[in-house]
């Protein structure tokens, strides 16, 4: 399923965090949004997953625009990994990946057994299966994203959104994570602050600037060593990776340049299907 953000505007605290940003998600594309702390990342991702209205412009599933689809027909398409999430209540994990399957069932009736063995499923695929019975606030933050990964996997819909989804994850977890995003096959937007596993692991990149999208394309297109001065204030090094030739970022020091917004790279688009990898 393709996503559509076309002239989206969004505020929060009534004030404008998100200014005029298009962009196109190919069907089965993973595109990571880049940006620094406060760049307008989260606001952008719960507009366009419908958390938050947006102040102006459209978002579109396929053809349709966000605005025509009742919230079960949204829940049907797009599922949220939000980055905070107040879920300490005493849950069962079972229970709490199974409310991922609420927008395909027929009410409050009891789950059905593919439900259970969807929600297993996903669990095992995170490598979460031995937690199956375990009280969610129990659990570890890096256990806690696994399980919340799980139960947006379970509600097997064509577009995820995720917020941060690697935060507390060891390394071997964060590959398997952005790994199994890239097999699920479905179109992905995802907001990361690791510029190499950006980089290894998205088919494009949206840089965000002060709520300005000022960068988009192919991760080998985009990231070089003026964009990340611009817009993180970081001097780099950037080296082609051996094997892949993806870039790969070392970093430096703090550059002394003044903030200000990067206006660095004509915006280019990613065509549908197209991978770099
Ligand atoms: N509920 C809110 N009320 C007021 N301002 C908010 C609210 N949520 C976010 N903001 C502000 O909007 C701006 C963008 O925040 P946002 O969370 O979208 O950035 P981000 O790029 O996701 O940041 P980070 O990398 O730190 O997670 C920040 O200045 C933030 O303080």
């Known amino acids: 399923m393709r996503v559509t953000i076309e002239n989206l505007d969004a505020h929060r605290g009534g004030r404008r965090i998100v200014t005029d940003v298009s962009i196109a998600v190919p069907s089965g594309t993973v595109l990571g ?8 990342k989260s606001t952008l991702l719960r507009a366009v997953s419908g958390i938050d209205a ?31 999430h107040s879920e300490e209540f ?18 409050f009736g009891r789950d059905s057994e593919s439900d259970i063995a969807l929600a297993c499923d996903a669990l095992a695929r995170v490598g979460a299966g031995h937690l199956v019975n375990r ?8 256990e806690r994203q696994r399980v919340l990964f799980a139960r947006a996997l379970a509600q097997d819909t064509p577009v995820l959104v995720l917020d941060e989804p690697t935060n507390h994850l060891d390394i071997a977890h964060q590959l398997e994570l952005l790994d199994l995003i890239r097999a699920s096959d479905r179109t992905v937007l995802i907001a990361l602050h690791d510029l190499n596993l950006a980089a290894r692991s998205c088919d494009a990149i949206g840089v965000l600037h002060d709520g300005h999208l000022v960068a988009h394309g192919t991760p080998e297109h985009i990231l070089d060593t003026d964009l990340i001065r611009s817009v993180f204030r970081v001097e780099s090094t950037v080296v082609s990776h051996p094997d892949t030739r993806q870039p790969h970022f070392l970093f430096d020091s ?19 299907g197209t991978t770099t990898r």
């Open 33 to 40: 949004l880049l940006g620094p702390n406060g760049s307008g």
């Open 54 to 84: 947006p102040s102006a412009g459209t978002v579109r599933y396929d053809e349709t625009p966000m605005t025509a689809l009742t919230r079960r027909q949204l829940a049907q398409r797009v599922a949220v990994m939000a980055q905070e």
């Open 90 to 107: 005493e849950i069962p994990v079972l229970e709490l990946v199974l409310l991922g399957r609420i927008p395909h069932g027929r009410g």
């Open 135 to 142: 009280s969610f606030s129990a659990l570890s933050g890096g």
């Open 254 to 272: 703090r550059s002394p340049q003044p903030a200000g917004r990067a206006q660095v790279h004509p915006l280019d688009s990613v065509q549908e």
